[in-house]
């Protein structure tokens, strides 16, 4: 046993630091999602559904109220400059630091002069929107750090702290929660911001001392100039993730949101797959993009999309049993809530297969107007649908317009593609036609046999078997990655 250890250490430390890096950047993504996600039985027992309602519509206003404060600066306009501006690295993300931060304060004081509106149009109080800007502020931190330990593949200061926080923010939430008794959901809120704050305040102060500067012209208009125009691209994407549950709140009550809000968060299981190969994955093709490895980005992109459809059809499939095993009898039409989320997942990932290009091209405004058609697409269909079906028809809506979303950005990528490739085929689209088909047929026949867990997990045998036969061809692609 012990040869074996150390024989397992060796090749640890022989690895590529490339792998290492990736493999930790996997590690940080379950560590962040997991968590959170496995301490959900504890929260759905000591909130009522409508606090756990209260505290979801926080954390959807607060995924809105952060794109105004910091124009997600942290975003796939941040990581591609890292790679643009290599060698002025420590400089850009000063400047970006501190750009992120004189946006936040001029929100701060504009929101103090209407607060009132904005209090009548959230519907929380001052104290609990001042927690949203400053989470929204830190989190930017924490993103800008992460992006560049990515970048430069170093992992241990990210397992650290992500471990840290991953722990802190669910255990301080739940000792507040219990020595709390009537402002239990508020308890949970400020227990997250004082977590958030007390680990990533810090950060920007390393950012200036490494930079030795808050403003640089230069990348201020360079982040401005490309973030600017991206206000309605990264709205859109919020108002698909949180305008469901928004309308859900309005048209419905907290506790039908909470509900909602527990599928979703069970769905989002996907995003552990989801987050932790776009970690690798998205740098990896930024280069490729650089050296003109198209192929190769078609080749890899292909097997990904096999691994999360298969990450949300295992889900889809297991609805019924982790619904029950992660929350009370309340919370139990809940799975009818979670194969249409599990499956947007999906396509929220193949967007990014197609979105990468508007990126590095810098065609933020060819996305924008894409990004918002389809928020506006959402809205309509959330105002008509949930009033006469109730909060389950919102993971429909949702289904539908991600797969919308999906297909104006290919079409986007096409006319990039167009304009500078002259014309190169990037991806076949009939392989990713079979694959999402494959996908939402497989799904249906999950759900028709939610009263029959031996069909299902029947299937389900069979489809992991059928991966475990292409288990080298996998493993090849993690491996380039």
Same mark, same amino acid.
């Given at each position: 046993?012990?040869?074996?250890?150390?024989?397992?250490?060796?090749?640890?430390?022989?690895?590529?630091?490339?792998?290492?890096?990736?493999?930790?950047?996997?590690?940080?993504?379950?560590?962040?999602?997991?968590?959170?996600?496995?301490?959900?039985?504890?929260?759905?027992?000591?909130?009522?559904?409508?606090?756990?309602?209260?505290?979801?519509?926080?954390?959807?206003?607060?995924?809105?109220?952060?794109?105004?404060?910091?124009?997600?600066?942290?975003?796939?306009?941040?990581?591609?400059?890292?790679?643009?501006?290599?060698?002025?690295?420590?400089?850009?993300?000063?400047?970006?630091?501190?750009?992120?931060?004189?946006?936040?304060?001029?929100?701060?004081?504009?929101?103090?002069?209407?607060?009132?509106?904005? &209090?009548?149009?959230?519907?929380?109080?001052?104290?609990?929107?001042?927690?949203?800007?400053?989470?929204?502020?830190?989190?930017?931190?924490?993103?800008?750090?992460?992006?560049?330990?990515?970048?430069?593949?170093? +992992?241990?200061?990210?397992?650290?702290?992500?471990?840290?926080?991953?722990?802190?923010?669910?255990?301080?939430?739940?000792?507040?929660?219990?020595?709390?008794?009537?402002?239990?959901?508020?308890?949970?809120?400020?227990?997250?911001?004082?977590?958030?704050?007390?680990?990533?305040?810090?950060?920007?102060?390393?950012?200036?001392?490494?930079?030795?500067?808050?403003?640089?012209?230069?990348?201020?208009?360079?982040?401005?100039?490309? &973030?600017?125009?991206?206000?309605?691209? +990264?709205?859109?994407?919020?108002?698909?993730?949180?305008?469901?549950?928004?309308?859900?709140?309005?048209?419905?009550?907290?506790?039908?949101?909470?509900?909602?809000?527990?599928? $979703?968060?069970?769905?989002?299981?996907?995003?552990?797959?989801?987050?932790?190969?776009?970690?690798?994955?998205?740098?990896?093709?930024?280069?490729?993009?650089?050296?003109?490895?198209?192929?190769?980005?078609?080749?890899?992109?292909?097997?990904?999309?096999?691994?999360?459809?298969?990450?949300?059809?295992?889900?889809?499939?297991?609805?019924?049993?982790?619904?029950?095993?992660?929350?009370?009898?309340?919370? +139990?039409?809940?799975?009818?809530?979670?194969?249409?989320?599990?499956?947007?997942?999906?396509?929220?990932?193949?967007?990014?297969?197609?979105?990468?290009?508007?990126?590095?091209?810098?065609?933020?405004?060819?996305?924008?107007?894409?990004?918002?058609?389809?928020?506006?697409?959402?809205?309509?269909?959330?105002?008509?649908?949930?009033?006469?079906?109730? $909060?389950?028809?919102?993971?429909?809506?949702?289904?539908?317009?991600?797969?919308?979303?999906?297909?104006?950005?290919?079409?986007?990528?096409?006319?990039?593609?167009?304009?500078?490739?002259?014309?190169?085929?990037?991806?076949?689209?009939?392989?990713?036609?079979?694959?999402?088909?494959?996908?939402?047929?497989?799904?249906?026949?999950?759900?028709?046999? $939610?009263?029959?867990?031996?069909?299902?997990?029947?299937?389900?045998?069979?489809?992991?078997?059928?991966?475990?036969?292409?288990?080298?061809?996998?493993?090849?692609?993690?491996?380039?990655?």
């Amino acid at each position: 046993m012990i040869k074996v250890l150390k024989r397992i250490k060796f090749r640890i430390i022989e690895m590529p630091v490339t792998v290492k890096a990736s493999a930790a950047f996997l590690i940080c993504t379950f560590i962040q999602r997991g968590i959170s996600v496995l301490t959900t039985p504890i929260f759905t027992r000591i909130l009522t559904t409508e606090q756990f309602g209260y505290y979801s519509i926080f954390t959807s206003w607060l995924d809105v109220v952060s794109v105004f404060t910091t124009l997600k600066l942290a975003g796939g306009v941040f990581t591609q400059a890292l790679v643009k501006f290599e060698e002025k690295r420590d400089e850009l993300i000063a400047s970006t630091a501190g750009l992120g931060t004189t946006i936040t304060i001029a929100i701060t004081l504009l929101y103090l002069i209407f607060k009132d509106i904005v &209090n009548s149009l959230i519907g929380m109080d001052t104290f609990i929107i001042i927690c949203m800007i400053v989470s929204a502020w830190a989190t930017l931190m924490f993103d800008m750090w992460a992006a560049y330990q990515r970048v430069e593949y170093k +992992y241990k200061g990210l397992i650290i702290l992500t471990l840290v926080v991953s722990v802190a923010k669910p255990l301080t939430g739940i000792l507040a929660i219990l020595k709390t008794q009537n402002y239990k959901a508020e308890a949970r809120i400020i227990s997250l911001v004082a977590v958030e704050v007390f680990c990533f305040s810090w950060l920007f102060l390393l950012f200036v001392k490494r930079g030795k500067t808050i403003y640089n012209k230069r990348f201020w208009r360079y982040s401005l100039s490309l &973030n600017v125009p991206l206000i309605p691209h +990264y709205l859109t994407r919020t108002v698909l993730n949180q305008c469901d549950r928004l309308m859900i709140k309005a048209k419905l009550g907290y506790s039908e949101a909470g509900i909602y809000s527990f599928a $979703y968060n069970l769905a989002m299981l996907v995003t552990l797959v989801n987050s932790s190969i776009l970690n690798s994955f998205n740098p990896w093709m930024y280069q490729r993009i650089k050296t003109g490895e198209y192929k190769k980005i078609a080749r890899v992109s292909y097997v990904l999309l096999g691994v999360i459809a298969m990450a949300a059809l295992g889900l889809t499939a297991i609805a019924p049993e982790i619904v029950r095993a992660f929350a009370p009898i309340e919370y +139990y039409e809940a799975i009818w809530v979670i194969p249409p989320v599990t499956v947007g997942m999906y396509f929220l990932f193949m967007y990014s297969l197609y979105a990468n290009f508007e990126f590095y091209f810098e065609k933020t405004r060819l996305m924008t107007v894409v990004s918002t058609l389809g928020g506006v697409l959402n809205v309509i269909l959330n105002y008509l649908c949930i009033p006469i079906w109730g $909060y389950v028809a919102a993971g429909y809506t949702t289904l539908f317009c991600y797969m919308m979303y999906a297909v104006a950005h290919y079409f986007g990528m096409k006319k990039i593609v167009k304009d500078k490739l002259f014309h190169i085929e990037i991806y076949d689209i009939r392989i990713i036609i079979a694959i999402s088909a494959g996908l939402l047929c497989l799904s249906v026949i999950m759900m028709n046999f $939610y009263e029959k867990i031996l069909v299902r997990y029947c299937i389900l045998l069979i489809l992991l078997f059928g991966g475990f036969l292409k288990r080298e061809k996998i493993i090849r692609v993690f491996n380039e990655l």
